[in-house]
């Protein structure tokens, strides 16, 4: 193991550091969605030019995972992880300030970019640490990113209490990602992977199904995630007519939900096998949302939601972990194309359930996830047979 700092680092030890940088970013994802209506007031804009700066900011953030597969591929995924925690660093600094919304929209898309560069990067060197520790990992370190997204919220519930402004949570969020950026630009796992002999003897054709269906995966479970997020407290508060303070209840017990899961799957996994465990937890979504649409009341919705939770906790991992796995040689450039799909589904379910509100409602709209998961399901079965085919050799004569 390479030495850092004149002291030889454990697989274990960098394992730990790694899901510090899951949590450097849960905290400030967190921290940035629930500092929305403050900086709303501080910059006078409306919902509209919020809309607009999430959906750029989305894009952003497809163009920094792109940008992390080019670095790993020169340098190594620690740096293009250390460099857009720096990134993130910076954006979420530069929001902690008033500025003309000009500059407020770029400082959002640098974030955005670092966002995205993160999300990739870590679950490449995510990848490599559970192949260095030789068990599965991946499900704990995404543990630690919805960990830090709870502390984020409560830690601006608390400065907004005593008056201390969002900006205060915010900048918390910079400078933690700030000094895990710097350690780890060091000490994150230094391997790196090439592009496979059988990569280069097949083409783009070799991992195609790999990312076709790891990504749909992964565009299924944040659909279903950035449903809830966004809508979940919409559709208690507007639709089921649920309390102010009751409202927000969907969208916790769906993160405690999501927290467990995770905390639980790296013990599963190994006992299960992969291919129950995605069909299970795509089974436990649709479950879950179908729940919500066939049900219109509080405890319903609520207990739909936490359902969903479990089945999106362990899907997100677990697609990365396989599209490692299978592709082990190529491992970097194919989590940077399997992190693509986030988007996707990120903006699908936060759009569509939006512009079917007023039409159908949201109770039916929720069914839009469960379609989703019908859909993925088939693709789910050939999670067994998924790897790089061996390049065929010449003959010599």
Wanted: a positive charge; aromatic letters at 6%.
């Amino acid at each position: 193991m390479t030495d850092v700092g004149g002291t030889e680092m454990t697989a274990a030890a960098r394992a730990r550091l790694i899901g510090a940088g899951y949590a450097a970013q849960g905290l400030g994802y967190a921290a940035v969605v629930t500092a929305l209506p403050t900086f709303k007031d501080r910059q006078g804009i409306d919902d509209t030019f919020v809309s607009a700066i999430l959906l750029l900011v989305c894009v952003a953030a497809a163009g920094g995972s792109v940008l992390a597969d080019k670095i790993a591929t020169r340098w190594g995924s620690r740096y293009a992880l250390a460099t857009g925690l720096l990134v993130v660093a910076v954006g979420l600094t530069g929001a902690t300030i008033t500025t003309p919304n000009a500059v407020f929209a770029v400082i959002l898309l640098a974030y955005g970019i670092g966002l995205g560069a993160v999300d990739a990067s870590l679950s490449m060197q995510g990848v490599l640490v559970q192949a260095r520790l030789g068990r599965s990992v991946m499900s704990r370190l995404f543990a630690a990113y919805t960990a830090a997204a709870i502390a984020a919220a409560l830690l601006m519930s608390g400065v907004l209490r005593i008056g201390a402004g969002a900006e205060l949570a915010v900048g918390v969020a910079a400078v933690f990602a700030a000094v895990i950026g710097v350690i780890g630009w060091r000490a994150f796992e230094p391997g790196r992977t090439l592009r496979a002999a059988a990569v280069h003897a097949h083409g783009g054709r070799a991992i195609r199904p790999i990312v076709l269906v790891c990504g749909m995966l992964i565009f299924t479970a944040f659909l279903v995630d950035s449903a809830i997020s966004t809508w979940s407290s919409v559709y208690l508060h507007d639709t089921l007519k649920a309390a102010s303070a009751v409202a927000p209840l969907g969208y916790a017990a769906y993160q405690v939900a999501v927290l467990v899961s995770r905390l639980i799957a790296d013990h599963v996994m190994p006992r299960a096998g992969r291919l129950a465990v995605a069909l299970g937890g795509l089974a436990v979504c649709g479950a879950g949302c179908g729940l919500v649409a066939a049900l219109p009341s509080i405890g319903a919705a609520v207990a739909g939601f936490a359902i969903a939770g479990i089945g999106v906790g362990v899907l997100v991992p677990l697609a990365f972990s396989a599209a490692g796995e299978a592709a082990a040689e190529n491992s970097d450039e194919v989590i940077a194309k399997v992190n693509l799909f986030n988007y996707g589904g990120a903006l699908l379910g936060a759009v569509l359930l939006g512009a079917l509100s007023e039409p159908i409602g949201l109770q039916i709209a929720f069914l839009i996830p469960v379609v989703a998961v019908i859909l993925t399901l088939p693709l789910a079965r050939r999670l067994r047979h998924l790897s790089i085919p061996e390049p065929v050799a010449k003959s010599a004569g």
